[in-house]
């Protein structure tokens, strides 16, 4: 008998988009070579002018990484010692890793069970019970968009305000995500990003940009981004960091900015076939109100573990892969355990055992799309009637 396996379909296909892009990206990079001016370039110049108007913030500052965006952020607000930052314990762990880094403590808030967004009642309550206990000062809070959806940023604004906390948008995962009509940059008194190759705006290498309205923000980033330098080069007016965006990454990313658009409508059409094909079968992702994602991750939810690890060899031995976002909560992570006080986060510890992620991504095609769905109710259907 002829087996033939169906093609593989990869969680991310950076090939094909670097084909799609085709001779504009090179001709970028090649306009790199040709005048040489690898650091701070004129490319790190127009992409961040060309980001800053297309989520409309006032103020962009590249830099090398989106987890180099949160420490400088944090480091601009002189955040250390002594200091409790709240953030959500469902993400990755650069959103942790770096109030660590500083000496603050992080303090893990659970997430809401429908949007697994941060949850605002949760991040009250560990205010308040930070502040009851009385060694931290409850200094800032950061809202993850959480795979491409935004936070509930007017409720976190308005607990902020009430509680004179700085708020950070850690927006790794939703560049060109929009919230009540605008783009995520605004929202918060800092936004950081991530160009890491599987965001929605992914580069070819690390990168990441700040966005903030504030003129005086702005200017601590460029300070701190080049080893805190003042007015001249060998001024040196803080501690700062290397943490600068490649000349020859901004040309990539600005090849990439032209198509960003039509890609995030793609990602989208995906989103609603999934939907369409998985609504009733599994718990397909309900929307924040008055948003639309920037689709950087597709999770459902399985009614339980088994069901999960079920449905993932289903579409493993159909050669589509599929991932965990995230298998651990990082409250439960041993780098934390020291760090965290043993309060239960239990959204956040039951979405860890059910929650899986498909493959959604600009060069996916509808067909492909259909595919993964139809494997995905077969293996439930399969599942439940084991
Ligand atoms: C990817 C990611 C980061 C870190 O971005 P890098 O560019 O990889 O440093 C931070 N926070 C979240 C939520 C992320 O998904």
Redesign the pocket.
Known sequence: MNHIAPPAIPFLDLAAQQARLGPALRARIDAVLAHGQYILGPEVTELENRLAAFCGAAHCVSVS??????QIAMMAEGIGRGDAVFLPAF??T??AEVPLLLGATPVFVDVDPATYQIDPASLQARIDQIKQQGALRPRAVIG???FGQPAPWAALRAIAAAEGLFTLD?C??AFGAELAGRRLGAEADCT?T???P??PLGGYG???ALFTESPERAALYRSLRTHGEGTTRYEVLRIGMNGRLDTLQAAILLSKLDVFEAELSIRDRIAGIYDAHLAGIVTIPARVAASQSAW?IYAILLPEPAARDHVQAALRAQNIASAVYYPRPLHLQPAYAGAHDNTALPVSEQLATRIMALPIHPDLSDAQAARIAACVADAVSAYAAR
Not at 65 to 70: I, K, P, R, V
């Open positions: 990484s989106g987890t180099d965006a949160l993400t990755y650069a959103t993850v968009d959480l850690d790794a995962q950081a991530s160009f890491f599987s965001k690390d990168g990441g950087a």
